[in-house]
C-alpha cells in the first residue's frame, strides 16, 4: 500500500537561496519557493500505514529548518564555507560573500541542488520514521518551481 502527500496542498513548503558554482546561471545566488511531496510505502498495521499526521509534522518540520535562510553546503570540492559565531563567509568562482549565522542552513552534503535536498530529506525522514517496521520504501520530491522536481528514493529498514 501507498501513502502520498502532496506538499503544495498540505503546506509543505519553503523558500531558500542557494547557489550551484558548476552552472554559470546557477552560479549566482537565486531563491527558489520549494514545495516537497513524499511517498511511503508498506503494509497497513491495524488498518493503517501510517498516521497523515505523523508524517505532515515530520516533513513540516525538516522543511522549516529551511525556511527563508541562504542554504550552503557543509562540506564542497566546489565552494568554501567557513563560519564562525556571527557570520559565514563562502567563496567560489572568485566570488565572496557573507551571511549572518541566523541566516543560513548548512546542508550536509556537498552542493544545495534540489537533488541533494531531496536526498537530505528523505534521509532525514527515514530516521524520524524509523521506529515503523510496517514501512518499506520512501521518496521524496522537491520542487523547485510548478512542474519540475528530483525525487529520492530510499528503503526504510535495510536490514
Known amino acids: 500500500m501507498?501513502?502520498?502527500?502532496?506538499?503544495?496542498?498540505?503546506?509543505?513548503?519553503?523558500?531558500?537561496a542557494h547557489?550551484?558554482?558548476?552552472?554559470?546561471?546557477?552560479?549566482?545566488?537565486?531563491?527558489?519557493?520549494?514545495?516537497?511531496d513524499l511517498e511511503i510505502e508498506g503494509e497497513p498495521k491495524d488498518g493503517i500505514l501510517i498516521d497523515y499526521g505523523i508524517v505532515k509534522s515530520a516533513i513540516r518540520g525538516l522543511v522549516d529548518t529551511f525556511d527563508h535562510k541562504v542554504l550552503l553546503p557543509?562540506?564542497?570540492?566546489?565552494?568554501?564555507?567557513?563560519?564562525?559565531?556571527?557570520?559565514?563567509i563562502v567563496s567560489y568562482n572568485d566570488k565572496q560573500f557573507r551571511f549572518p549565522v541566523s541566516d543560513v542552513y548548512m546542508l550536509e552534503r556537498p552542493i544545495t541542488s534540489s537533488e541533494m535536498i531531496a536526498d537530505y530529506l528523505a534521509e532525514?525522514?527515514?530516521?524520524?520514521?524509523?521506529?515503523?517496521?510496517?514501512?518499506?520504501?520512501?521518496?521524496?520530491?522537491?520542487?523547485e518551481g510548478?512542474?519540475?522536481?528530483?525525487?529520492?528514493?530510499?528503503?526504510?529498514?535495510?536490514?
Open 74 to 88: 557543509e562540506s564542497s570540492s566546489m565552494s568554501k564555507v567557513s563560519c564562525n559565531t556571527r557570520e559565514c
Open 19 to 36: 547557489f550551484i558554482p558548476t552552472i554559470e546561471k546557477c552560479s549566482r545566488i537565486h531563491g527558489h519557493d520549494y514545495s516537497v
Open 146 to 159: 510548478p512542474g519540475q522536481c528530483t525525487c529520492q528514493e530510499l528503503p526504510f529498514n535495510d536490514e
Open 2 to 16: 501507498i501513502l502520498k502527500v502532496e506538499g503544495t496542498h498540505n503546506r509543505i513548503n519553503f523558500s531558500a
Open 124 to 143: 532525514q525522514m527515514r530516521i524520524k520514521l524509523r521506529q515503523y517496521k510496517n514501512l518499506k520504501r520512501i521518496k521524496v520530491c522537491v520542487y
